[in-house]
């Protein structure tokens, strides 16, 4: 999956969006840079990225649905609501995506592997997360509705990093 560039009349759409629910900020379509990326388990989603031009620093990232667009502000509380919102499709073949989405935006990390397992219509993960304070090894399940719990979690490595400054898949 690629960032696509937003056109014109989308990028208008998306600043109108945002504009309604951003606390902080006020943007127009001609000093802002959207980019905009598909996401394989909200069918009809897009994730946002938008940053002023000239102004350096971390994208502001959403969520875009029709009729609504959630801020990704590090809460899991705006992930669920999205979920729902959406709704979410998790699949064999996308659950994955969903991990590495969901740990980025929550900044818990980075998603480096994925082993996913599906069992009774939950899956089961077996993942490498890192972050500044190691590697880690863990089990994550995931429920049809996107819920993640911790069935193990074991540091392997006191070397971390911090995530990509960009996400992607």
């Known amino acids: 999956m690629v960032w696509k560039t937003a056109k014109a009349d989308e990028k208008l759409a998306l600043v109108r969006d ?4 951003e606390p902080a900020y006020k943007f127009t379509p001609e000093d802002s840079d ?4 598909d996401l394989p388990f ?6 946002v990225s938008l940053a ?3 102004i350096k620093g971390q994208p502001l990232c959403y969520v875009s649905l029709p009729g609504e667009t959630v801020m990704l502000d590090g809460s899991v509380a705006n992930i669920h609501h999205v979920n729902r919102a959406a709704p979410i499709k998790l699949t064999q073949e996308n659950v994955a995506d969903y991990l590495k989405f969901r740990i980025y935006f929550t900044k ?3 998603l480096d592997q994925v082993l996913v397992t599906e069992s009774g219509g939950t899956f089961t993960a077996k993942v490498h997360i890192t972050d500044p304070d190691g590697l880690y ?3 994550l399940a995931v429920s049809p509705r996107g819920e993640v719990s911790n069935v193990a979690r074991d540091r392997v490595s006191p ?10 898949f």
């Not at 945002?18 to 629910?21: A, E, H, L, Q």
């Not at 959207?34 to 990326?37: A, D, H, P, Q, S």
């Not at 909200?42 to 994730?47: A, F, T, V």
């Open 18 to 21: 945002i504009n309604r629910i």
């Open 34 to 37: 959207i980019e905009t990326l």
């Open 42 to 47: 909200y069918p009809q989603g897009k994730l």
């Open 52 to 54: 002023r031009m000239g």
């Open 108 to 110: 818990q990390g980075w």
């Open 137 to 139: 090894e863990a089990t």
């Open 159 to 168: 070397h971390g990093k911090a995530p990509p400054e960009r996400f992607s």
